[in-house]
């Protein structure tokens, strides 16, 4: 079904195997920057590294926002940065807490995760007209901890479960997606400093030991400084060597 809000068209669906998939569809087929897909479940929704996100029938947001940015490619990776303090500024505006970003793309609430985002965009050698990337938000909203699998349990949390009510889906989708839109314009504006300083206010992973695998396999242990100006996550070892993160895994050593 297709209805349109504001003047941003939303894809609406029931079931879909991932909204990141269709609206990439979508997207190499022109659809405009704002447009939307948003499903009520994914059969195959996908998260970051190759993983499966898990999405609970009804309890979560599934959605997809088509952008077309005004970037150049080498920025394109600060996209995330910048939808994740869109998602975070509209957490908050709903659920009046204060939620966190674990780089690159978690939303934490009280310690654990409560959202992920799985950006996507096209391929960067295209034609600056046609190029697009997708921001994938997936949000636990309703879901208990029984609707998890056991070992992700200790490691989930839902706004249900912080704040005793179950947010309103479509409400959800309608704050996030324009506060996601407005960071990105921000970004233009302003440049990406503005967005790193706001980011950095809500980075859970400060200060905090950590392990990470970095894209070329190598396990490094430190303390995390937040990301430079390039997006970038900086560590520091023991020895006092600081590292650059580009991508990975991250875990709080000695906990997960
Ligand atoms: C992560 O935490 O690794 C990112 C998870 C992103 C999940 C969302 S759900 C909506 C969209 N469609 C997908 O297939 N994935 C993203």
């Avoid at 209805?3 to 990141?20: E, R």
């Avoid at 400084?225 to 900086?234: A, C, I, N, S, V």
Wanted: a negative charge; hydrophobic letters at 40%; one cysteine or more.
């Amino acid at each position: 079904m297709l209805f349109l809000f504001a003047m941003y068209p939303i894809h609406s669906f029931d079931t879909v195997p991932s909204t990141n998939s269709l609206a990439k569809k979508l997207a190499k087929n022109g659809a405009p920057h704002g447009t939307a897909v948003i499903a009520a479940n994914q059969t195959e929704g996908r998260g970051r590294l190759g993983k499966n996100w898990h999405s609970v029938v009804n309890k979560g947001l599934y959605c997809s926002i088509i952008v077309r940015p005004r970037l150049a490619v080498q920025d394109f990776p600060k996209i995330t940065l910048a939808a994740g303090l869109g998602v975070a500024e509209a957490i908050d505006r709903i659920a009046g807490g204060f939620s966190q970003l674990k780089w690159p793309n978690d939303i934490f609430l009280d310690g654990k995760k409560c959202g992920g985002i799985l950006t996507e965009s096209s391929a960067l050698n295209e034609p600056e007209i046609q190029r697009f990337a997708v921001i994938g938000i997936g949000l636990n909203l309703s879901s208990s901890l029984e609707d998890f699998p056991e070992d992700l349990r200790r490691k989930v949390t839902s706004i249900f479960l912080q704040t005793g009510t179950c947010p309103d889906a479509s409400h959800v989708f309608l704050t996030l997606r324009d506060e996601v839109l407005q960071q990105l314009e921000l970004f233009y504006s302003d440049g990406f400093r503005s967005i790193l300083a706001a980011w950095k206010q809500r980075d859970f992973l400060l200060g905090k030991h950590m392990e990470c695998v970095g894209s070329d396999g190598k396990i490094i242990t430190g303390v995390s400084l937040g990301p430079d100006e390039e997006g970038q996550l900086h560590v520091k070892d023991g020895d006092g060597q600081i590292h650059t993160v580009l991508s990975g895994d991250i875990s709080l050593a000695g906990k997960e």
